[in-house]
């Protein structure tokens, strides 16, 4: 049985904003959960888009409105969600984030290392981390009462609509 215990109060690193960020700079480094007693710390690097490699047998589609709805979301908001990867640079998920910012021209991306996982845990892991996003729904009161308070950011562009 796995238990997972999430950290409260531990403090995060990160490099001071005067310093200029090489491609290869640990950028934070925060304890995030135990797993079965291990601590497990994940760092976010910065790497180019030549540096990673797809996986080959990533099973998740990535139509060209979803590539472009990502595309919007990394302009409106930054690169908030760092691609995950695995030894050897190998992408684990990410892969239309990846897409996208190859088509806006970005050369730099976060990335998140997960050498941790065996072979049949990345497997794993790939396929369930996007599955788990497609077996839930919004509370509709909620998501219409959100959608009313934003009024700047045309919400369209994400694929939400005016019945929503």
Not at 17 to 42: C, H, K, N, V
Request: charged letters at 25%.
């Amino acid at each position: 049985m796995l238990v997972f215990t999430q950290l409260k109060n531990v403090p995060t690193r990160s490099w001071p904003s005067s310093r200029a960020i090489g491609a290869m700079d640990i950028i934070s480094t925060a304890p995030f959960f135990y797993r079965e007693g291990e601590r497990m710390e994940l760092q976010i690097e910065y790497l180019t888009l030549t540096e990673l490699k797809p996986y080959e047998k990533n099973a998740k589609l990535h139509s060209p409105e979803q590539v472009e709805q990502i595309k919007k979301s990394i302009v409106e908001f930054g690169m908030n969600d760092p691609i995950a990867i695995w030894k050897d640079n190998i992408i684990i998920e990410g892969h239309g984030r990846l897409m996208a910012c190859k088509e806006l021209g970005v050369d730099t991306v976060p990335v998140i290392r997960l050498d941790h996982l065996t072979d049949e845990q990345r497997r794993a892991y790939c396929l369930i981390h996007n599955k788990l996003t497609m077996n839930t729904d919004f509370d509709l009161d909620l998501l219409s009462g959100e959608l009313e308070e934003i009024i700047n950011i045309d919400m369209t562009d994400f694929g939400f609509t005016l019945d929503d």
